[in-house]
């Protein structure tokens, strides 16, 4: 085990997809509201290292709604193959407007004008309404660049807390937390 969270982090994350883990961006992201109701759902990871980790959604979305009442943020990487799992809480902050404008004009154009359909976690009558919307951008959007709507971009967790889990034998597995203590990271042994 490394010093360093994150470069312990990255060592794991560059070991599961040697393992041919299935979506190997991919975590499940815990967020709650003002009242303390939680909701979990799976998102991609497109940046990490010692400034944060970066995923990108829907401002406007549920988790976006929670995130805005409440920005603690809670993330789960499970690697079954790797029999590893790692856990990471912390603080999440809206990325800088031109770096998620960057990562969405690098994005299919389907999926460009799928952000435009889609007012993510809202109610709608039903699939032909989504499919209805999206032939209406496309054609809006023809022969054109297409803008990134104003409520779609990045979010940052900005961790203080790590678990780093791998399986043991005889249910004896191994459980290293980092904490964030006075601005260093302090390194701990868990019971498993
Ligand atoms: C493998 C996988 C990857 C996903 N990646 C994202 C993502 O990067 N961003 C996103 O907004 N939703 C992603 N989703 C959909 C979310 O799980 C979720 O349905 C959506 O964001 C709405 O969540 P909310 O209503 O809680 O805000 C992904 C789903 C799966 C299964």
Do not use: C
């Not at 109701?37 to 990490?48: C, H, I, M």
């Not at 944060?52 to 603690?72: C, D, H, I, M, W």
């Not at 979010?155 to 980092?178: C, D, K, M, N």
């Amino acid at each position: 085990m490394f010093r360093d969270p994150f470069t312990q982090f990255a060592r794991w994350y560059s070991e599961r997809a040697a393992r041919g883990t299935a979506y190997p961006d991919s975590f499940s992201l815990g967020t709650a509201d003002s009242s303390g109701s939680v909701s979990v759902r799976t998102v991609l990871l497109k940046e990490y290292g010692p400034e944060g980790f970066v995923f990108f959604t829907n401002y406007e979305s549920r988790k976006g709604y929670q995130l805005s009442q409440n920005p603690a943020a809670a993330m789960l990487f499970y690697w079954p193959e790797s029999s590893r799992q790692v856990r990471i809480e912390g603080i999440v902050s809206r990325i800088p407007e031109n770096e998620s404008l960057n990562y969405f004009m690098s994005r299919p154009r389907e999926s460009q004008i799928g952000a435009w359909a889609s007012n993510q976690s809202t109610t709608i009558p039903g699939r032909s309404f989504l499919e209805k919307r999206f032939a209406e951008f496309e054609e809006k959007f023809r022969g054109k660049d297409i803008p990134k709507p104003p409520y779609w971009g990045g979010y940052r967790i900005i961790p203080s807390w790590f678990e780093f889990w791998q399986e043991g034998e005889h249910r004896l597995h191994h459980r290293t937390v980092f904490r964030l203590e006075k601005g260093k990271w302090t390194r701990y042994t868990l019971a498993p």
